[in-house]
């Protein structure tokens, strides 16, 4: 039952539209989140409207509310960033470690919904409607869907820098800051960085680049990361550093921060990424440009390829400063941020300057770049879909998220095809 309550969270089946808290006050879902199947919450970086406050942050899900305190969540500080706890029955109200109750909203659904659910359930072993029949549509049909998406998701990112770029009156490394603060979360914290960099604009960290102590303060500190005291002599520095800074350019904490930390590399931790972030902005005064003046895959590759100096040469986080390889980011990771943000930029630049060579430039780099390798594309290279290059990779995410996670299977090409086979 618990996991037919996800289900109906993930693709927004509640009934009626509009939901209200238990309590009595209004919630509206802006992003239902991300499904974890790991320790922690069940759905992660979700965003809704209470009332009148905007939250970011985790979800968890039960089929009773005192479900909570059997699992011993009120325990655990993982539970902690949960912002609304969605259950079938209110029979009890939860509070977090700290005491604090967790908002809480009881989920209905149609009949309709459950017989739909139970018929999805049942389409096959791969958690993929068409698993069963994908292999035996003709294959044209497919590379030519997979042609058009990689193009809608390259499209799509590009329409976000352009956001970034309008939002910041034309400034292109303003808006690759941004963007590649975003990408660096990889995922699960690529909100809060982005945050986090919205409330350091370059202008600010730019009076300070050559100071890599007062730089990592910053970002740290606006990360909400420092703690008050340390035993860590450079620890202490950054909280005094942050402390100045703070006060000289009069920042204010960006809010909803919440951190994924659980069952998480160390290497991948906030603040080793928030450290890389703080590296590059020392090492590249032109970022913008020196991306732009690259000709070749491997000039790219060697932008991002360096290692960590100092403290961060082998911390993972402000309590633990040894065990790490200085080495700033694997191969695979630069790789991620070329697809996720490089390529990007390069096609916006080409559309503002009119200039065909750089979108040409960020479609090659997206077909040599190896593909992604993660659950997604594995589930549809399982069924027959052929994957060579991240362009391709790239296609596959946008059907899984887009299409497939949405249930949109009408408007996708093999859903299309399975429809005129039944006809036939």
């Not at 259950?87 to 989920?107: C, F, M, T």
């Not at 958690?127 to 499209?155: H, K, M, T």
Request: charged share 25%; with cysteine; glycine share 6%.
């Amino acid at each position: 039952m618990e996991k037919f309550l996800q289900y109906v969270w993930q693709y927004r089946l509640w009934q009626p539209e509009e939901l209200v808290s238990t309590t009595g006050v209004k919630i509206k879902v802006l992003d239902p989140g991300w499904l974890n199947k790991d320790a922690g919450p069940d759905f992660f970086n979700a965003k809704v409207i209470i009332g009148e406050q905007e939250w970011v942050g985790n979800i968890e899900i039960h089929v009773k509310a005192s479900d909570w305190y059997r699992h011993s969540h009120q325990y655990d500080k993982l539970y902690d960033s949960v912002i609304l706890h969605v259950v079938a029955e209110d029979d009890e109200s939860v509070k977090r470690l700290n005491g604090q109750i967790v908002p809480q909203v009881v989920l209905k659904y149609s009949e309709e919904t459950i017989n739909t659910y139970k018929k999805l359930e049942s389409c096959g072993s791969l958690d993929l409607v068409c698993a069963n029949v994908l292999r035996e549509i003709p294959s044209i049909y497919v590379s030519d869907w997979v042609d058009s998406l990689g193009f809608e998701r390259l499209y799509e990112k590009v329409s976000r820098f352009n956001h970034h770029l309008a939002d910041n009156f034309n400034d292109w490394e303003q808006a690759l800051y941004i963007t590649l603060s975003r990408a660096l979360g990889f995922g699960h914290n690529g909100e809060m960085l982005e945050r986090v960099a919205k409330s350091l604009p370059l202008n600010i960290l730019g009076k300070h680049r050559d100071n890599l102590l007062s730089l990592e303060a910053m970002f740290m500190g606006q990360a909400a990361l420092l703690p008050e005291e340390s035993d860590e002599p450079y620890v202490r520095q950054m909280i005094e550093e942050y402390k100045f800074m703070s006060v000289k350019f009069s920042l204010r904490l960006p809010e909803g921060l919440a951190w994924q930390m659980g069952r998480m590399r160390p290497q991948n931790l906030p603040y080793r990424r928030l450290a890389v972030l703080a590296a590059l902005i020392n090492r590249e005064p032109r970022l913008f440009g020196k991306i732009i003046d690259c000709n070749s895959l491997e000039s790219l590759r060697e932008i991002f390829r360096f290692e960590l100096t100092g403290y961060w040469s082998t911390a993972s986080s402000v309590y633990s400063h040894t065990g790490l390889s200085p080495l700033a980011l694997s191969d695979s990771m630069i790789d991620v941020l070329l697809i996720n943000v490089v390529s990007p930029l390069l096609y916006a630049y080409g559309e503002y300057t009119g200039e065909e060579k750089y979108r040409q430039r960020a479609l090659d780099l997206l077909q040599m770049l190896p593909p992604e390798k993660n659950s997604i594309v594995r589930l549809f290279v399982q069924c027959g879909v052929k994957c060579d290059t991240a362009f391709q990779s790239q296609a596959i995410i946008q059907l899984r998220r887009a299409y497939c996670e949405q249930r949109k299977c009408l408007y996708c090409r093999i859903g299309h095809q399975m429809l005129k086979a039944t006809k036939r």
